[in-house]
């Protein structure tokens, strides 16, 4: 059982900057491929960027150039760092993990654990 804990959501400026953190409970983190992914009311669960055991990445084409994920396993904490945020950015931000191999990380099916969410308002 993992249990996920974010914070560093807000309001901010279009163009300005977030980072979210994810805390992990447990001692496997390390083994966990972490994603986050973002809603907004009324729409489906969309994805946002993943992180690897190996540490590789990818995102969705909405946020590449203007979004990083990164994790420290010493830490059991995964970030999003955000720049140039935009107004349609706006959402409740959520990480997810799995620690089992998928072929579809990009899913929100595809992950067994899921944080609160913490919301991310950027204004015009």
């Known amino acids: 059982q993992v249990q996920l804990v974010e914070s560093g959501g807000g309001l901010v400026q279009a163009g300005g900057s977030l980072r979210l953190s994810c805390a992990a409970s447990?001692?496997?983190?390390?083994?966990?491929?972490m994603g986050w992914f973002r809603q907004t009311a009324g729409k489906e669960r969309e994805f946002v960027a993943f992180i690897r055991r190996s540490g590789s990445t990818d995102y969705a084409d909405s946020v590449k150039g203007r979004f990083t994920i990164s994790r420290d396993n010493a830490k059991n904490t995964v970030y999003l760092q955000m720049n140039s945020l935009k107004p349609e950015d706006t959402a409740v931000y959520y990480c997810a993990a799995r620690q089992t191999y998928s072929s579809a990380y990009t899913l929100f099916s595809e992950y067994d654990y899921w944080g609160q969410g913490t919301q991310v308002t950027v204004s015009s």
């Open positions: 447990g001692r496997t983190f390390s083994s966990y491929v």
